[in-house]
């Protein structure tokens, strides 16, 4: 199924279109009456835990109007029908438990009425760190046949998430004691979101790893804003003993706004993307990177979401967690600090506030997971946003 975002727009053109199906459904569908789904699907909505929501995005019609009545079944929650949507769009969307939605058993169409909304309801919502919710829905054979093939509909729940972040006030985090100093990865994904209220000097840190003592500079990532050679709200990453200066033209970072930055070494190239979209590609070494920490720029302000991987996201995987939080427990997930103020239990999944460090959550790492905290910075604070919390994607 393509994924159909939509709008006005393409409900107003579904509307005129409609009697262009009225027109010949027997040669069209080999039969008088048919009814089918408007939305193909998938309908993507950001949710908020807690909330109740209403969903009437999903639209049932009729290739013909018709003064008489029929009831089409509806189906919901069949995991064979959200297998095969994972299967073919390589996702790993979640079933919606029952308990968290309601939705009429069948759809009744009153006489001359073609087209109706299928009423969602969800309350009570609750998400898991695995990963985001689905519904699919179905029509079945009632005193009318779905048409092949636009019988399927598919309600993706993505979570917004309401949070403090981490706002750091010129002194940063960093730790050289996380891994053994003969410490290597093939590949990594280093991923950060930042804002800061201005860009008005040069070398202005971002993050990344601390090496060995007397390693190769071949091992050093560093990022940052700004240089002698580039404008101050200009991207850079140094690594690999060469450096990489984003272009002006794909991306130049304005004040008060949050960037999600991802720098991915694949073994051989190094990508950078921001918000999702790839910015800068290079070829500047190859072979594995040593590694015996990590470090958080103190001039970034506000940080969240900062996370570091032993593998190459792909691009797709990359732009799909702009905005949202990851599976603690996924492989390769070496750091993950949401920078919340809240801590993980490593064992059994729960969440505290606890604000006196800037907590790992990730569990993949098999050594010592206390080395992986980071120490509170100087000065820093997990701020509310005045009560108000940050809130992504923005509302």
């Not at 981490?166 to 991923?191: A, C, I, R």
């Not at 008060?256 to 993307?273: I, P, R, S």
């Amino acid at each position: 199924m393509k994924k159909i975002v939509m709008t006005l727009f393409g409900t107003l053109l579904l509307a005129g279109c409609q009697n262009e199906l009225y027109t010949d459904p027997q040669k069209d569908y080999g039969s008088d009456q048919g009814a089918y789904i408007a939305a193909k699907g998938p309908i993507q909505i950001f949710v908020e835990e807690g909330k109740e929501y209403f969903i009437k995005d999903v639209k049932v019609g009729l290739t013909v109007k018709e003064d008489k009545s029929y009831d089409i079944p509806l189906i919901a929650g069949d995991q064979a029908q959200l297998d095969e949507y994972n299967r073919k769009n390589n996702t790993s969307y979640l079933m919606l438990p029952p308990e968290m939605y309601e939705m009429p058993a069948a759809m009744t169409f009153k006489p001359n009425l073609a087209m109706q909304s299928i009423p969602v309801s969800l309350k009570d919502l609750k998400f898991s760190m695995k990963g985001d919710y689905a519904l699919p829905i179905r029509l079945s054979k009632g005193s009318i046949a779905p048409i092949p093939g636009e019988e399927e509909a598919l309600i993706i729940l993505e979570k917004r998430t309401r949070t403090k972040a981490l706002l750091m006030n010129n002194y940063g985090s960093e730790s050289d004691q996380m891994f053994p100093q003969d410490f290597k990865v093939k590949q990594w994904t280093m991923e950060v979101m930042v804002r800061r209220s201005a860009y008005n000097a040069p070398n202005r840190s971002i993050g990344g790893t601390k090496n060995a003592p007397n390693s190769s500079p071949l091992d050093e990532i560093f990022t940052r804003f700004g240089d002698v050679t580039i404008d101050n709200n200009q991207l850079q990453i140094k690594t690999g003993g060469a450096q990489i200066d984003i272009p002006k033209n794909k991306f130049a970072a304005q004040p008060n706004e949050w960037y999600m930055l991802a720098f991915v070494y694949d073994g051989k190239a190094t990508l950078v993307y921001m918000n999702g979209d790839l910015v800068a590609e290079s070829e500047i070494r190859d072979g594995e990177y040593g590694l015996t920490g990590f470090w958080i720029g103190g001039s970034n302000e506000y940080v969240r979401e900062v996370r570091f991987w032993d593998i190459a996201r792909t691009a797709q995987q990359i732009k799909a967690y702009t905005w949202k939080m990851v599976n603690p427990d996924e492989k390769g997930l070496l750091l993950y600090y949401p920078c919340n103020g809240q801590k993980r239990d490593h064992e059994t999944g729960a969440i505290t506030n606890d604000e006196n460090k800037v907590w790992n959550w990730a569990t993949y790492y098999n050594g010592d997971k206390s080395k992986l905290d980071l120490p509170f910075p100087t000065s820093g604070k997990f701020d509310d946003n005045d009560g108000k919390m940050f809130v992504f994607p923005a509302e």
